[in-house]
């Protein structure tokens, strides 16, 4: 079991620092900027020339993902892979899954607004389930590897690896059993060390430093409610967005037409582009003034949900940091009027694990990544954790009372 999980580590490592690797290729080479991160990458591009990214984008989503389901095997998600403790879990066609991963890859580094982080994370699993398939574990030990494998590759692409075992625990296998912490441990520290010799300087955010004071406190208290309610309305728009989307040929006129809109709006909001992390960093830096944060944002959701109508594939991680710092920063602004003093950094923070750990449902995932991407002041944790709960509180609250309703 020890090799297996060490083998698991390495796999998704590669697999997670080989990923990082071509999307910063094919950004570079489609924005025309060779370094630096991607934010400026986009503001220094010509706005026909990220309409042409995003057009390619939507031709290579339409054309792609169309072939994937017309040719190949039907894909199988990481949750149905790892089935129940009662039931085995079905295995993930290899090369299909590979496939279409690099199509997420390849269409977030055009500008997709949706998140790079699912594709690691499958490409991993089905590393994992090849594996254990090939060494004949089944049942419990299968899921659980299977899932630290997919978590890894979380962790080896953000170089997150506390937030990638947690993610695995809290969100894959619903469960903190000593049997399961230690593999998804040892398999995301074990990835998130392999990526960082393969991409040693891939920095996520930078963020100065965020004092906390009494007033940082009660915006928690107030702000997390209000963040829930928030991030409901997105959790409820994008999966009927993402229900909505064609599986048959229409997928490529609808993917095209989808992402050129994108296009068109980010000739004058390049920041809406990529899976958030330009916007997100937009919000701590607190760079724009009010209302253009507040056209940011909406241009954010409407972008998303725009890709997965068009039948986009990629992750809403991110996407939910960036809607978390820019209505963070867009509050905390508000309330910064009233109560001056504190720098509008701390509640962009605050407002991405919160938005996050709503919009996800994963408030112990959420606070940790935000913790460890951005590297913010430990003191911040505290109102963090505050506003996080509240937040994903309210989401459930208001979820559960409309399905009782229904």
């Known amino acids: 079991m020890t090799a297996i999980v060490a083998v698991l580590g390495v796999a998704s490592g590669l697999v997670g620092g080989l990923l990082v690797i071509l999307l910063h290729a094919v950004q570079h080479v489609a924005f025309g900027y060779s370094e630096g991160l991607f934010l400026y990458g986009s503001e220094q591009a010509r706005a026909w020339r990220r309409l042409l990214c995003l057009m390619a984008a939507g031709l290579i989503a339409g054309v792609g993902w169309w072939a994937v389901y017309r040719w190949f095997k039907p894909l199988v998600s990481i949750g149905a892979a790892l089935g129940r403790e009662d039931t085995e879990g079905k295995r993930m066609p290899f090369w299909p899954t590979v496939v279409h991963g690099l199509l997420q890859i390849v269409t977030v580094a055009l500008g997709s607004p949706l998140g790079r982080e699912v594709a690691p994370r499958e490409i991993s699993a089905a590393v994992a389930d090849r594996i254990t398939d090939w060494v004949g574990v089944l049942g419990h030990p299968r899921r659980v590897l299977i899932a630290s494998s997919a978590g890894a590759g979380l962790a080896a692409v953000y170089g997150v690896p506390l937030g990638g075992a947690v993610f695995t625990l809290e969100v894959l296998l619903v469960s903190f059993a000593l049997s399961a912490v230690i593999p998804a441990l040892a398999c995301s520290a074990i990835a998130a060390g392999v990526a960082a010799v393969i991409v040693p300087d891939d920095l996520q955010y930078t963020v100065g430093h965020t004092p906390v004071t009494t007033s940082v406190w009660f915006w928690a208290v107030v702000f997390g409610p209000l963040c829930g309610l928030a991030a409901w309305g997105f959790r409820w728009l994008t999966l009927r967005c993402a229900q909505a989307a064609p599986r048959d040929w229409q997928l490529i006129p609808r993917a095209f037409a989808a992402f050129t809109t994108v296009g068109l709006i980010s000739m004058v909001l390049p920041q809406i582009l990529g899976n958030g992390k330009a916007a997100a960093q937009v919000g701590f830096d607190h760079s724009v003034g009010f209302w ?55 509640y962009a923070l605050i407002g991405a694990a919160a938005f996050l750990a709503a919009a996800q449902r994963m408030p112990a995932t959420a606070i940790l990544l935000v913790f460890e991407l951005t590297r913010m002041d430990a003191a911040l944790l505290g109102p963090t954790m505050v506003a996080a709960a509240g937040s994903a509180a309210i989401e459930r609250a208001i979820d559960n009372r409309r399905s009782v309703a229904s």
């Open 292 to 346: 253009t944060l507040l056209a940011l944002l909406a241009a954010r959701v409407v972008a998303v949900a725009l890709a997965l109508l068009g039948g986009g594939q990629g992750g809403l991680l991110t996407p939910s940091i960036a809607n978390g710092s820019l209505l963070g920063a867009l509050v905390g602004t508000l309330w910064s009027g009233l109560n001056p003093g504190t720098v509008i950094t701390t």
